[in-house]
């Protein structure tokens, strides 16, 4: 019906020419990781001289097959949880496909001693030229902030009782219909964006992340670090479970095609789609400003709880950014792999008793709340020297 209504009152094309796609740029902040679901696993890459070195299978497949070490090779793929160096380091040093540096060369120590169940890395989205960032990936942080930003107290509350009924089923999904429109008519419909131009692989490094969490001394609560026996002290970062990332380093900028198309600012186009108003960009500045702010002061407000100090200090620079950024027509958003529950929720943007409340009783949650201490508890950070430096994905993002 809506396509029926979209078509009558769309312009024909002689007369409305598209305008020329404006563009975006989007600026890496914090180490960011926007992938495409792959993974490198122990046995696809070696370490050496403080850096990953992306084995060429193919190559040395074809390599050995002139010889007798083939079975040797491929027997170890078959048992082993990471190639052994001694045996075949050469291999990394003559047939890489790709040679990614560590953000920390101590980080490759970490690795050394690492169980190989967490060494898979995640990669950037990348093709045979480089790396890119998928649209996808903006999209849903837009569209994202346009929730955070509209949703009303009484449909969290209405969303938060549907979860306590017999039947709970896609109640996020009926808040988003309710706040942004169903599908046909969503709000972000007039979004175009397409994914950026492809950008050199060296702009990436392997970051090693660490998950930190709070933990009860006493009366007080202090910093710790989740471990695979649990949770350890602050002081014992070399007993916490390590994570490595492929990631884009700060200062790493993108750039994409982005249209909000004429035909969705067309009166009758918004009145077929029951729109008071079609989304400008000003409205994706403002939403994802407030959205932002919403998640930085509850960072904040998580890192004078642990007592990180440097992590309160990035909060406070991310905050007087998004200042800066909003008297500017641009916007922050965090995106991809890391960046946690709050950057992927309307956690921020709901009253916390409600969401307790409508959460209390499903498993994964109920015992994380039902200690009342903050949720979420837990935070993945960037590490360098055993010390947390920053918080993952957080990008600048200018609509040109």
Known sequence: MTEDLLQEVQ????????????????????????????KLSPIDYMVWKDQVNVLNQRRIFRLLARGPRIESYLGQLRKSEKLDFASWGGYAQNYALRRIAFDDPASAEVYDRAPAELCSIPT???????????????????????????????????AVESLNSDMPRRAAGNLEVAVLGAAGASRTRSVRLSDSRVISNSATKVYLLRTATLIERGAKLEAGWKSARGSVAFSRAPDAAPFFAEMAVPGTVFEGDYRLPLLFRHPQVSQALRWKSPVSSS??????????????????????????????????????????????GRFLTCIGWGTGLLAK???????????????????????????????????????RNNRPVSMPGWVELELL
């Open 345 to 383: 929720s309307i956690w921020t943007a709901a009253p916390e008793q409600s969401i307790r409340e409508g959460l209390g009783h499903f498993p994964g949650y109920e015992q994380a709340l039902r200690t009342g201490l903050p949720f979420p508890k837990t935070r993945r950070l960037i590490i």
């Open 11 to 38: 312009p024909p094309v002689e007369a409305s020419p598209l305008p020329p796609p404006t563009r975006y740029r989007l600026t890496v902040l914090t180490p960011t990781l926007a992938g495409d679901g792959q």
């Open 283 to 328: 409205d994706l500045v403002h939403a994802a400003n407030h959205a932002a702010t919403l998640v930085l002061n509850a960072h904040r407000k998580f890192a004078e709880t642990a007592g990180l100090a440097q992590i309160i200090a990035l909060c406070d620079a991310l905050l007087q950014r998004v200042a800066e950024a909003q008297a500017a």
């Open 124 to 158: 950037f989205a990348s093709n045979l030229d480089g790396i890119y960032l998928p649209a996808s990936v903006l999209k849903g942080a837009i569209r994202l902030a346009l929730l955070v930003d509209r949703v009303s107290e009484s449909q969290i509350r209405s």
